[in-house]
């Protein structure tokens, strides 16, 4: 191998796929892990968010696929990557915190049942993934945004484990940590049972139960499976 052939093998940036159902803890692994690798997190979730809110917003039906999918296409949602986390816009406007919400977290998951609505999120996603140097977490990257992804975790935990972390974070975050069960069952069955790319792991993915384990031993795992990956591409 010439040394330009090596330089480029070493420079290669990978694309990296974290799939999982709610509360798995996708979203801080992604983080974490993308400002260790010096890469973007391109947060799925937080663009069906934005559209909730903008459906919300607009009074638009949540059940309504062709508004919805109107909608999509009149707007420009944003992923700006900052070293506390992505900062999301929607038509220009910093909507990071309104997103988290409890009323946006539930459109959200309606929103994104509708085929036509992931198909347009889907060509989006992939524009801004493409050139890689990205960790994207979601609930289909690896099966169906990047089918293709250099490296795909499927990131699991016992439904109570979960449950339990979800409640946590809404302790922290000051909110009222009401029906997060009965929440995480529902969002459990939607992405498990619809049409459009349910929930499921990929059959080239690592699956990582983190039931038993702490936040920094699933980074540390997955960084190692990211790193091994990268030293690999460099032969």
């Known amino acids: 191998?010439?040394?330009?052939?090596?330089?480029?093998?070493?420079?290669?940036?990978?694309?990296?796929?974290?799939?999982?159902?709610?509360?798995?803890?996708?979203?801080?692994?992604?983080?974490?892990?993308?400002?260790?690798?010096?890469?973007?997190?391109?947060?799925?979730?937080?663009?069906?968010?934005?559209?909730?809110?903008?459906?919300?917003?607009?009074?638009?039906?949540?059940?309504?696929?062709?508004?919805?999918?109107?909608?999509?296409q009149e707007s420009r949602i944003q992923l700006e990557p900052t070293l506390g986390g992505n900062r999301t816009q929607l038509d220009g406007q910093d909507v990071s915190s309104r997103i988290r919400e409890r009323d946006v977290t539930e459109a959200a998951s309606r929103v994104s049942v509708h085929p036509g609505v992931r198909a347009w999120m889907v060509d989006r996603q992939r524009e801004m993934g493409a050139g890689g140097g990205v960790v994207m977490e979601g609930r289909d990257i690896g099966t169906k945004v990047f089918p293709g992804a250099d490296l795909k975790i499927f990131l699991d935990a016992d439904p109570v484990i979960r449950e339990q972390r979800r409640m946590q974070q809404q302790k922290i975050k000051g909110e009222i940590a009401s029906n997060v069960a009965a929440d995480l069952r529902e969002r459990d069955r939607r992405d498990r049972t619809r049409a459009a790319s349910p929930l499921m792991a990929a059959a080239d993915a690592v699956v990582i139960d983190s039931t038993k384990m702490g936040e920094d031993e699933v980074l540390a795992r997955v960084e190692e499976l990211a790193r091994g990956k990268l030293e690999s591409a460099r032969f």
């Open 1 to 72: 191998m010439n040394d330009q052939a090596h330089n480029d093998h070493s420079r290669r940036r990978l694309i990296i796929a974290i799939d999982g159902p709610a509360g798995a803890g996708k979203s801080t692994i992604a983080s974490r892990l993308a400002r260790k690798l010096g890469y973007v997190n391109l947060e799925s979730g937080a663009m069906y968010r934005a559209l909730a809110l903008k459906a919300i917003d607009n009074d638009s039906s949540l059940d309504d696929e062709a508004a919805l999918l109107k909608l999509a």
